[in-house]
């Protein structure tokens, strides 16, 4: 069962511009929402996370945004770059350490 | 402070083959998670595992596959008869499983199988 729900699947955004991935989920156990940047050929990073104690946190271009009640959260690139070009994962565990992806955003930023 | 150590990077095996993919998790960690990616697709939870026990098998193929992580050396990710729906990218993660340290897991670098 898809327990996170990811969208859009791909984006393609022009340098500079913001780039914003979504993500649901539907099991209110789930406390740690973090987000992974994969490129080709390599395994998954990651880049930010969030609990949901907070409704938003950023670091550097990367912001995440926490909506408890609706049980979503979303990834925000402000001024998106070439180098951004990944894939995205979103990603929701609960105390027992079990952790389920998102299936991914295809992110393209053109030069 | 080496990380996930996955081995072997590429694997090519021959329909009805044995493919046997490993992992070291890093230092400290004691769980261990593997999971399948699809050319073009997301990441699918297969096992998770600590030390002797699995946790929870529940995206795992039902026949040919199966997982252990002994008390001492790398867990392993066994796939009997292979097919060549089985190729794929195999990672593998790892988490120290301490509330304390948090939720998150690191992430290998993948055993990438292809099934001829």
């Known amino acids: 069962q898809q327990q996170v729900k990811q969208s859009p699947q791909s984006l393609i955004v022009q340098k500079g511009g913001i780039s914003i991935i979504n993500c649901a989920y539907e099991?209110?156990?789930?406390?740690?929402f973090p987000w992974y940047q994969q490129f080709p050929g390599k395994g998954p990073a990651l880049l930010i996370a969030?609990?949901?104690?907070?409704s938003e946190k950023k670091e550097g271009r990367f912001t995440i945004s926490f909506n408890k009640s609706a049980k979503q959260f979303s990834l925000h690139i402000m001024d998106s770059q070439p180098g951004d070009s990944a894939t995205y994962f979103c990603?929701?565990?609960?105390?027992?350490?079990?952790?389920?992806f998102g299936a991914g955003t295809r992110l393209t930023v053109k030069p | 402070n080496a990380g996930v150590m996955q081995n072997p990077r590429h694997l090519v095996r021959r329909r009805g083959q044995e493919a046997r993919l490993r992992c070291s998790p890093m230092?400290?960690?004691?769980?261990v998670y593997w999971y399948r990616q699809l050319p073009e697709e997301g990441l699918k939870f297969m096992v998770y595992?600590?030390?002797?026990?699995?946790?929870?098998e529940s995206g795992m193929p039902k026949e040919r596959f199966s997982a252990e992580f002994p008390k001492e050396g790398p867990s392993i990710l066994r796939i009997q008869q292979v097919v060549r729906g089985d190729s794929a990218a195999y990672f593998c993660?790892?988490?120290?499983?301490?509330?304390?340290?948090?939720?998150?897991?690191?992430f290998g670098e993948g055993s990438w199988l292809t099934v001829v």
């Open positions: 993660a790892s988490s120290p499983g301490d509330r304390i340290s948090g939720n998150t897991i690191y």
């Open positions: 099991n209110t156990a789930f406390d740690y």
């Open positions: 969030i609990r949901p104690d907070v």
């Open positions: 990603a929701a565990s609960s105390n027992n350490n079990d952790m389920r």
């Open positions: 230092k400290g960690h004691s769980h």
């Open positions: 595992l600590q030390k002797e026990n699995i946790i929870d």
